[in-house]
């Protein structure tokens, strides 16, 4: 029963955005185009531990970090769909939903999720959520900024087979969320910036990346700006390839889209309630196209930890992790602080908040 027990945390692992290789030949990213397949990630089922997510963040203009994630995982004959809500306010307590999803329609021949009363929907424009679930409804728009994404040809290949592999579409790197949220009974308007992306990913569970930081920061004075940086490393048994992300953009502006980019996680310690130390700093350098981009993402607070073993009494969790190796996801409340150096030699200097997760296998 082990596969079934930790199979879901282990799709929710892997639907918090997939990296992608380190790669020095993508094209300039408005140049880059996603086709219908980019968006269906209809790939046949490998023989592995297969994972298939949507997956959403926004900053709002109120401080409020949303987080949704719907996935849907299968390992042999078995598997399931399950949806992930968070939200949460600077220094307030974390809503958070996790629920499994019995009937799940998806549409074969566009991007759609139905279930219950609630609807998914997404094309290259941006998406459009309509979720009715117990304490948590809403209706929100992701209207994009710039065009859909994918790094390369959105494959991230393992193995010589080419049945390991992760695969991203970025589907609104960069958009503006509006519309209107309830959660428990209290409704409010919804203002602010998001990303959202789909990913496919076919590996044995026991072959899951061991570590993997994420952040995604918003904001600014005028312009609205974002910052998506993601880092992690294959299992050993794939050679512990790095795969990496930086995107960087004002407005509808591209100003980067790399992997070659310099990262540090730092800073590590333990906080109440989390059972390992995780970092509560992270340091990005890159350089393209002339600019130049320095700074610090810095955790202010841990809002959320998924992790399977939480809701057992301490005796027994004690045991648990003993003999249990798991996925934990560590969600983080914080913000950036840099500056970026024009090829002129002009800079601007980035104040930006959003969130950020460091996921391990412990």
Same mark, same amino acid.
């Given at each position: 029963?082990?596969?079934?027990?930790?199979?879901?945390?282990?799709?929710?692992?892997?639907?918090?955005?997939? !990296?992608?290789?380190?790669?020095?030949?993508?094209?300039?990213?408005?140049?880059?185009?996603?086709?219908?397949?980019?968006?269906?990630?209809?790939?046949?089922?490998?023989?592995?531990?297969?994972?298939?997510?949507?997956?959403?963040?926004? !900053?709002?203009?109120?401080?409020?970090?949303?987080?949704?994630?719907?996935?849907?995982?299968?390992?042999?004959?078995?598997?399931?769909?399950?949806?992930?809500?968070?939200?949460?306010?600077?220094?307030?307590?974390?809503?958070?939903?996790?629920?499994?999803?019995?009937?799940?329609?998806?549409?074969?021949?566009?991007?759609?999720?139905?279930?219950?009363?609630?609807?998914?929907?997404?094309?290259?424009?941006?998406?459009?959520?309509?979720?009715?679930?117990?304490?948590?409804?809403?209706?929100?728009?992701?209207?994009?900024?710039?065009?859909?994404?994918?790094?390369?040809?959105?494959?991230?290949?393992?193995?010589?087979?080419?049945?390991? $592999?992760?695969?991203?579409?970025?589907?609104?790197?960069?958009?503006? %969320?509006?519309?209107?949220?309830? %959660?428990?009974?209290?409704?409010?308007?919804?203002?602010?910036?998001? $990303?959202?992306?789909?990913? %496919? %990913?076919?590996?044995?569970? +026991?072959?899951?990346?061991?570590?993997?930081?994420?952040?995604?920061?918003?904001?600014?004075?005028?312009?609205?700006?974002?910052?998506?940086? +993601?880092?992690?490393?294959?299992?050993?048994?794939?050679?512990?390839?790095?795969?990496?992300?930086?995107?960087?953009?004002?407005?509808?502006?591209?100003?980067?889209?790399?992997?070659?980019?310099?990262?540090?996680?730092?800073?590590?310690?333990?906080?109440?309630?989390?059972?390992?130390?995780?970092?509560?700093?992270?340091?990005?350098?890159?350089?393209?196209?002339?600019?130049?981009?320095?700074?610090?993402?810095?955790?202010?607070?841990?809002?959320?930890?998924?992790?399977?073993?939480?809701?057992?009494?301490?005796?027994?969790?004690?045991?648990?992790?003993?003999?249990?190796?798991?996925?934990?996801? $560590?969600?983080?409340?914080?913000?950036?602080?840099?500056?970026?150096?024009?090829?002129?030699?002009?800079?601007?200097?980035?104040?930006?908040?959003?969130?950020?997760?460091?996921?391990?296998?412990?």
């Amino acid at each position: 029963m082990r596969p079934r027990i930790s199979a879901a945390i282990f799709a929710l692992l892997l639907a918090a955005g997939a !990296a992608t290789h380190c790669s020095p030949a993508w094209p300039p990213p408005w140049q880059v185009s996603l086709s219908d397949e980019d968006l269906l990630l209809d790939d046949p089922y490998a023989g592995h531990f297969r994972s298939r997510f949507w997956y959403f963040n926004a !900053a709002l203009v109120d401080g409020t970090a949303l987080t949704l994630s719907l996935f849907q995982w299968r390992y042999g004959l078995i598997g399931e769909a399950g949806l992930l809500v968070l939200s949460t306010e600077p220094g307030a307590e974390t809503f958070a939903l996790e629920t499994k999803l019995e009937e799940l329609e998806v549409a074969p021949d566009r991007l759609q999720y139905r279930f219950g009363e609630s609807v998914l929907e997404g094309d290259r424009e941006g998406a459009r959520l309509r979720l009715r679930l117990p304490d948590f409804s809403c209706d929100l728009e992701l209207r994009n900024l710039l065009n859909p994404w994918k790094p390369g040809d959105g494959f991230t290949r393992l193995n010589r087979r080419g049945d390991v $592999y992760t695969r991203l579409s970025v589907t609104s790197p960069f958009a503006e %969320v509006t519309g209107s949220m309830t %959660v428990r009974g209290q409704w409010r308007p919804v203002l602010g910036w998001g $990303y959202a992306d789909r990913g %496919v %990913v076919s590996m044995p569970m +026991s072959r899951i990346n061991p570590e993997q930081s994420t952040f995604r920061v918003f904001g600014g004075q005028g312009e609205p700006w974002m910052l998506s940086v +993601s880092e992690s490393a294959a299992h050993r048994a794939y050679g512990s390839q790095r795969s990496a992300t930086l995107l960087l953009a004002r407005g509808g502006e591209w100003l980067m889209a790399t992997s070659e980019h310099e990262f540090r996680a730092e800073e590590y310690h333990k906080e109440e309630g989390a059972p390992f130390p995780f970092p509560h700093r992270f340091r990005i350098m890159a350089r393209q196209d002339g600019r130049t981009l320095e700074g610090e993402f810095t955790v202010s607070r841990l809002y959320y930890l998924n992790d399977i073993l939480r809701k057992l009494p301490p005796v027994f969790r004690a045991i648990a992790e003993a003999l249990i190796r798991r996925p934990l996801i $560590y969600r983080l409340e914080g913000g950036f602080s840099g500056i970026l150096e024009e090829a002129d030699g002009s800079r601007v200097i980035l104040q930006l908040g959003g969130q950020g997760e460091y996921q391990i296998m412990r």
